[in-house]
């Protein structure tokens, strides 16, 4: 088949691949787009699915396990050889307003946190559907815990230094939840919310839900402060309507970066253009920022539709360049790509096993980038609109790497391997391997985040033992 055809029908169960769609119709994202090319011809359909090999886990070394009646925990640590303290009384070494213990190689905490109501599962964790949850480091050295229920809410809920609940979960109206980011007031919820599609009518197709990507921002009782959408529909703007930027159940998901003050949502969006009598659908990504009033900003690097068609959106604050830095995969030239304008850090192939993972400050200057090929794992670094000046062949087997920056000049590569997640620590100055690969106990989701913390540790929702429960994996500071 030529890479310039789309392909029909369907691939065989478990191959790695992912989806498209314009108007509504199935296309598949192995079809290359030219670079200048923008419109999925119609017509076009496919069906793909993905998987992830599994990677045996490596011995973890039990240290310590207690239980209360809404949490458990038990913390591990990776194999290591270290001579014996010079002083047994010696105290050990904490970091932050939490205190984490700081070790010689990294360990891993699992807290089971109770919540109270039923958490929506992962499903098949494709690219176009719900998260289940969200994380985000709280300048207090705690955190605020965002998931989906199956009650049609955005729950929220603070988590204390011991990562358990402090205080009763609030929720909001949201049928799909994206990111949180909080802040010393509080912080934001990016979700999806309920909108108009109006009449078009579509050149071709089927119908597609149109929906709204809303910021809310919420205090430090967890009650809202204020709303913003970052799409533009109106009572007089559907989502068939020409100019349209709104949420479709093609790849939408998003995530939130800040400056201190401001706020920006980076996500997928579809985009509505007028093609005479009827209107056509495309896929791409948007950027938008908020003020801390909740007025919408022009500027500050954002920007109405950048990659097309694009999916793993990913977004950070440089404050050494003081400017938002982003990333996507896309099919134009199929590429991991800055976007507004083009310009590429990774080469890729329009495969469907092109899949970005996240993107970090470097240690000095510049930024690294998770992505993976074929089910094999890279980190590129680049700096400014360069392309990447070095890209590392990892020995992670995954289509969905995660990266997080883990305390100064070191980063954290995870990735699935069975029921758990595989875990190495690299040099975010040099991108060279730090220590042994290790294991945490708690199921990896293909597009769920890890956060860092400013005590150098990192932490994942991860979906608990009971339908009602979240496990809190925290990688503790070394």
Known sequence: MSTNEAPSGHRKPGSPARRFAVLGVVIGVAAAVAAAAFVLPAGASGWFSSSSPSVSPSSSVSVSSSAVPSAATSVAAAPVSAAPSASASATPKTAGPCARPVGAAPATKITQVSV????????????????????SAAPNGGSWLAWLGTDGKVHLGRLGCDDKLVGTPTSFTGIDLQDVQADATGGVLLL??????????????????????????FDNAGKTVWERQVTN???????????????????????????GTNFAAYFGVAITVQNGSCVDIHEGDRMQVVSKSGALLSGHNSFEVGCSHAWTSRIVWDPRAKKFAMVC???????IAQPNPYRTVAAGTCDGSLFGGDLVLAKSSGYWTAWSQGGTVRLSHFSGSSAADKTIKTSAGSQHPHLVTYGAGKMLLTWQSGSTMKAQVYNSGTGAATGKQ??????????????????GSAAYPAAGSTSTSIKIARVLPS
């Open 438 to 455: 290790f294991t945490i106990a708690a199921k990896d989701h293909n597009y769920q985040a890890f956060k860092p913390y400013a005590d």
């Open 192 to 217: 999806t919310r309920k909108g108009d599609c109006h009449t078009g009518p579509l050149c071709g197709g089927e119908s597609s839900p149109c929906n709204q990507m809303v910021m809310v921002r």
């Open 329 to 335: 995969a896309t099919d134009n030239d199929c590429r």
């Open 233 to 259: 529909l109106t009572s007089a703007r559907g989502g068939y309507d020409d100019g349209a930027r709104f949420v479709w159940w093609y790849q939408h998901h998003g995530r939130l970066a800040t400056d």
């Open 116 to 135: 109270g109501s039923a958490v929506k599962g992962y499903g098949g964790e494709g690219d176009t559907e719900a998260l289940p949850m969200a994380i």
